[in-house]
């Protein structure tokens, strides 16, 4: 059995437990980190990868016009005189 001041907050027993302590503690991260599954979607750096989604949306969204642009067209002109009720 150890001395008793070996045991004490000034005896090195206490560091060398201590020392044990963070030594598996920085072991079980590292171990931990490197069964980690790594990302596999590439980014790229300062877009957030946005930039051709952006583009795409607003494509579609000409399309979208285009064509109730188009489907108006076909629509018959009617005449807005059931509006006039007051003159």
């Not at 990302?39 to 000409?62: A, C, D, F, V, Y």
């Amino acid at each position: 059995m150890r001395d008793r001041r070996d045991l004490d907050k000034g005896g090195g027993y206490a560091s060398d437990k201590r020392e044990d302590r963070q030594v598996r503690q920085i072991k079980g991260a590292v171990d931990y980190s490197a069964k980690q599954q790594e990302n596999t979607t590439p980014q790229t750096p300062g877009t957030g990868g946005m930039t051709q989604g952006l583009s795409i949306q607003q494509e579609r969204q000409r399309k979208m016009g285009e064509a109730k642009e188009r489907a108006q067209s076909f629509r018959p002109d009617m005449e807005d005189n059931i509006y006039d009720i007051y003159d």
